[in-house]
């Protein structure tokens, strides 16, 4: 265990404390997944090309020349530098995972390979090693080769298809789902897999798709296809399995989303807006009877919404026990004070910018809670020290930075 992951003497060790991950990976499910992993205690030793660091880095807004994407990303990480296409580079890894319960990468299928680093020779310098391999279409297949983003995944899944208005365009999302999605996949195949460990000892590769676990949360497309021929249509903010379910805007111009998914919820929504009528017409008593008269259900609801200010209408709902939720920006949610009893957002100090508030870990744990230790550290801010851990001198290491493979 390092100084990293050591914990004060009568305090329980974070979940998945003295497990060393080591990650190859950028642009973003992968260096997502192994911030979940550092969330809960993980040793996560980051490894980037020495003269291209991982682009996410300057990616979106920045501060004084500092992105801030990567303070999110990079938390609970030591970062290194290596050239892993330098046969120098390529031998730091083999000492950084001779040691390492886990890596994380996501190369274009092939490249480790052909770097002489491929599952093969470390699984010989590691049995125990759990690789997981990340890319948009998986290590084999007619795409394997092709590179792939998120954007790409979120287009071939199914996704954009059923996303946008019915008389609209397909719709990508405007931030990482796919990858996001594929992050909290990652996370969970490498615990599978090093529970699968514990009992066989030995490690085994990961194959993820980004293309795959997206899909995977778009409901039985696939069997509704195969058993009736159906195709989801996209249906904006509407549902085809209750109503009403919409977004409407209030007096104030703000706006407040309803779900009536269970059937005494939508009885309770059109009394509350004064059309009880409503609950005894024969198409009521069903999702898809409410769905297939949207248009009434929806205009009730618009106009009472309409009428009222967004606190008003929210507390009106609250007070008939049926379900509406304020549209929230993110001011919204940093005043909200259901997120404040949750912990949901954290300030965590950082070295460059001060105190940064970030979204914290994604759930409590009674007995091992995580926690963001720290923020995205500097680019190779840690070379030296880990290097000098894994037995490398000073003069070895200053004769790897001259060559350039650190």
Same mark, same amino acid.
């Given at each position: 265990?390092?100084?990293?992951?050591?914990?004060?003497?009568?305090?329980?060790?974070?979940?998945?404390?003295?497990?060393?991950?080591?990650?190859?990976?950028?642009?973003?499910?992968?260096?997502?997944?192994?911030?979940?992993?550092?969330?809960?205690?993980?040793?996560?030793?980051?490894?980037?090309?020495? %003269?291209?660091?991982?682009?996410?880095?300057? =990616?979106?807004?920045?501060?004084?020349? @500092?992105?801030?994407?990567?303070?999110?990303?990079?938390?609970?990480?030591?970062?290194?530098?290596?050239?892993?296409?330098?046969?120098?580079?390529?031998?730091?890894?083999?000492?950084?995972?001779?040691?390492?319960?886990?890596?994380?990468?996501?190369?274009?299928?092939?490249?480790?390979?052909?770097?002489?680093?491929?599952?093969?020779?470390?699984?010989?310098?590691?049995?125990?090693?759990?690789?997981?391999? @990340?890319?948009?279409?998986?290590?084999?297949?007619?795409?394997?080769?092709?590179?792939?983003?998120?954007?790409?995944?979120?287009?071939?899944?199914?996704?954009?298809?059923?996303?946008?208005?019915?008389?609209?365009?397909?719709?990508?999302?405007?931030?990482?789902?796919?990858?996001?999605?594929?992050?909290?996949?990652?996370?969970?195949?490498?615990?599978?897999?090093?529970?699968?460990?514990?009992?066989?000892?030995?490690?085994?590769?990961?194959?993820? %798709?980004?293309?795959?676990? @997206?899909?995977?949360?778009? &409901?039985?497309?696939?069997?509704?296809?195969?058993?009736?021929?159906?195709?989801?249509?996209?249906?904006?903010?509407?549902?085809?399995?209750?109503?009403?379910?919409?977004?409407?805007?209030?007096?104030?111009?703000?706006?407040?989303?309803?779900?009536?998914?269970?059937?005494?919820?939508?009885?309770?929504?059109?009394?509350?807006?004064?059309?009880?009528?409503?609950?005894?017409?024969?198409?009521?008593?069903?999702?898809?009877?409410?769905?297939?008269?949207?248009?009434?259900?929806?205009?009730?609801?618009?106009?009472?919404? &309409?009428?009222?200010?967004?606190?008003?209408?929210?507390?009106?709902?609250?007070?008939?026990?049926?379900?509406?939720?304020?549209?929230?920006?993110?001011?919204?949610?940093?005043?909200?004070?259901?997120?404040?009893?949750?912990?949901?957002?954290?300030?965590?100090?950082?070295?460059?910018?001060?105190? @940064?508030?970030?979204?914290?870990?994604?759930?409590?744990?009674?007995?091992?809670?995580?926690?963001?230790? =720290?923020?995205?550290?500097? =680019?190779?801010?840690?070379?030296?020290?880990?290097?000098?851990?894994?037995?490398?001198?000073?003069?070895?290491?200053?004769?790897?930075?001259?060559?350039?493979?650190?």
């Amino acid at each position: 265990m390092t100084a990293e992951s050591a914990v004060p003497a009568g305090v329980t060790p974070a979940a998945l404390a003295g497990v060393k991950v080591v990650e190859l990976a950028t642009l973003f499910a992968g260096p997502l997944a192994t911030a979940f992993l550092g969330d809960f205690g993980a040793e996560v030793v980051k490894v980037e090309h020495p %003269a291209k660091p991982d682009p996410s880095r300057g =990616h979106g807004p920045a501060k004084d020349g @500092i992105g801030l994407w990567w303070k999110v990303l990079g938390r609970n990480k030591r970062t290194v530098t290596a050239n892993l296409g330098d046969p120098a580079g390529a031998e730091v890894l083999r000492r950084l995972v001779a040691d390492a319960d886990v890596l994380v990468e996501n190369f274009r299928p092939g490249t480790l390979e052909r770097w002489g680093i491929g599952p093969a020779e470390l699984h010989a310098v590691n049995p125990r090693l759990v690789i997981a391999r @990340i890319s948009g279409f998986g290590q084999v297949g007619p795409y394997a080769r092709r590179p792939g983003f998120g954007t790409l995944a979120e287009a071939m899944s199914g996704f954009a298809a059923a996303t946008g208005e019915p008389d609209g365009p397909p719709t990508l999302p405007p931030f990482g789902l796919a990858d996001s999605v594929t992050a909290l996949a990652t996370a969970y195949a490498v615990m599978l897999a090093l529970r699968s460990r514990d009992v066989s000892g030995v490690g085994q590769v990961v194959d993820l %798709a980004i293309i795959e676990p @997206i899909m995977a949360m778009l &409901g039985p497309q696939v069997t509704w296809y195969d058993q009736l021929g159906y195709l989801q249509p996209r249906l904006g903010n509407r549902s085809n399995n209750n109503a009403p379910r919409n977004t409407y805007r209030c007096a104030d111009g703000r706006w407040v989303a309803v779900s009536t998914s269970a059937q005494s919820i939508a009885e309770r929504v059109v009394r509350l807006v004064g059309r009880p009528e409503l609950v005894d017409e024969p198409w009521f008593g069903t999702g898809s009877g409410r769905a297939a008269h949207a248009d009434v259900l929806d205009a009730a609801v618009g106009a009472w919404v &309409g009428a009222r200010d967004r606190d008003e209408v929210v507390a009106a709902f609250e007070k008939a026990e049926a379900a509406v939720a304020p549209i929230y920006d993110v001011r919204d949610i940093l005043a909200d004070p259901q997120y404040a009893a949750l912990g949901t957002v954290v300030s965590v100090p950082d070295a460059d910018l001060g105190p @940064i508030r970030m979204q914290n870990v994604p759930f409590r744990m009674s007995a091992t809670p995580g926690r963001i230790r =720290h923020t995205g550290r500097r =680019h190779g801010q840690d070379t030296d020290e880990v290097l000098a851990g894994l037995g490398f001198t000073a003069e070895e290491i200053a004769a790897l930075r001259a060559g350039g493979a650190i």
